[in-house]
């Protein structure tokens, strides 16, 4: 079976591409199945650019073809944070629960119409001796004033995606990578390479 390699420690993600790619006969393997390779310190101050210095990193390091993925909530009431920072917003331990409640509180007051919120995600595709390629997609909602549902990872549960009338928590997990930032953005990626068709790459 044909092998991608995704360059994340995240397992929530790790499991969207592991399905995704899976419908395509694809097996995916992340930096999980590469505990001895170190995590990538992310400098950049775009989503854009953490996922590039993600990808060539990794990709340097094994040789091949790999994709990395930076994430992340912006929401409009708090200028676009946390932003590229979504990951450790509650502080370095990345804890999901603590970043929603600093969300949460420090949206205390707003109102609902005033709550709008994008999820965003860039691809970068790095292969040696191959200029790096990125793609980017986004899921417009609302911030929720408590969390709904228990499904998905990172602020799902908080987050109302306008497009299903549900919150990201509540989809399952093919709904959420019909409409997802990060279904949107392997959309793109996969008109563009042939990932999977068996064709080099
Ligand atoms: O509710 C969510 N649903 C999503 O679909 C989603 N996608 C991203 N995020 C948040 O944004 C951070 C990414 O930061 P990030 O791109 O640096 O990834 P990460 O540090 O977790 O892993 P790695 O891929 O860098 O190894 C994540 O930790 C999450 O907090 C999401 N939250
Ligand atoms: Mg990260």
Redesign the pocket.
Known sequence: MEEVII????S??AK?FERIFASKGLQVKT?LDFPEIE??E?TGST?EE?AIL?AETIANQLGKMVI??????EVDALEGR?G?Y????AGNE?N?EA?IDKVLEELAGVSGNRRSAR?C?VLAVARPGAPTLTFAGACEGEILEERRGSH??????I?FATEKGKS??ELLPDE?NKI???AKALEKLQEHLAIGSGDDL
């Open positions: 360059a994340t420690k995240n929530g993600k969207e930096l995590e990538v992310e989503f953490n993600k990395a993925d930076d994430s992340g909530l946390p590229v979504s990951a450790r917003y990345k999901d970043n999820f995600c998905g990872f990172g602020y799902d549960p987050f990201m928590a959420k997802s930032h990060r």
